[in-house]
């Protein structure tokens, strides 16, 4: 680098590293972090990628990236491997891309996300700590073992609500005997006015 202002370099020696083989149809290396780069544009530190390591039996990038300043933990984002889009949080049967955790929702927001659940059908509901403020069913695209897409509805009325903060619950019922497996706990905050 030259300590001229501004700042001014150039390369001596470029190494183009091996990229990870990908399936047909799935993201590269080089689009998961910029994926997960792209999640973190609002953040008030300059993020570099690590690196991205492909997961293929889960369909997805774990990619590690590091501050610039020192004052910043790395951190770890999972990115869909086939969808490119930043999962917001995920279990064995679940995984939610929108809205993000701890958003504030309005009173008629859209969960879109992936599920791998027998029959493609799972159950929601949306409580506050004290009450069902709404529950159902949905569908994803394709049934477990594979992933498929799914996009819920969600409508609650705000006055019902007894709490600052909400969570949207995703499980598979049980056709053997109705208790729920997968629990998906996803946090969020309800917005009385705006609708999403």
């Known amino acids: 680098m030259r300590e001229s202002f501004p700042e001014q370099?150039?390369?001596?020696?470029?190494?183009?590293?091996?990229q990870t083989k990908v399936p047909?149809?799935?993201?590269?290396?080089?689009?998961?972090?910029?994926a997960a780069l792209a999640s973190l544009a609002e953040a008030e530190a300059i993020w570099t990628g690590e690196e991205g390591v492909l997961d293929e039996a889960g369909e997805q990038w774990t990619v590690s990236l590091a501050a610039a300043q020192e004052t910043a933990e790395p951190r770890s984002i999972s990115v869909d491997a086939k969808s490119g889009r930043i999962i917001q949080m995920q279990n064995d049967a679940f995984r939610i891309f929108a809205p993000a955790a701890s958003e504030s929702v309005g009173s008629s927001f859209t969960v879109e996300g992936k599920a791998r659940v027998a029959e493609a059908a799972f159950l929601w509901e949306?409580?506050?700590g004290h009450n069902i403020l709404?529950?159902?069913?949905?569908?994803?695209s394709a049934s477990a073992p594979e992933w498929g897409d799914f996009t819920v509805r969600v409508n609650y009325d705000p006055k019902q609500v007894t709490s600052p903060h909400l969570n949207l619950?995703?499980?598979?019922?049980?056709?053997?005997?109705?208790?729920?497996?997968?629990?998906?706990?996803?946090?969020?905050?309800?917005?009385?006015?705006?609708?999403?």
């Open 126 to 128: 949306l409580e506050d």
């Open 134 to 140: 709404a529950q159902g069913r949905g569908m994803a």
């Open 9 to 18: 370099g150039t390369a001596s020696k470029i190494i183009l590293l091996p």
């Open 24 to 34: 047909p149809g799935w993201i590269s290396e080089q689009q998961a972090v910029q």
């Open 169 to 196: 619950i995703l499980f598979a019922g049980s056709a053997k005997d109705g208790s729920r497996g997968h629990e998906l706990i996803f946090p969020l905050i309800p917005r009385e006015s705006a609708q999403n």
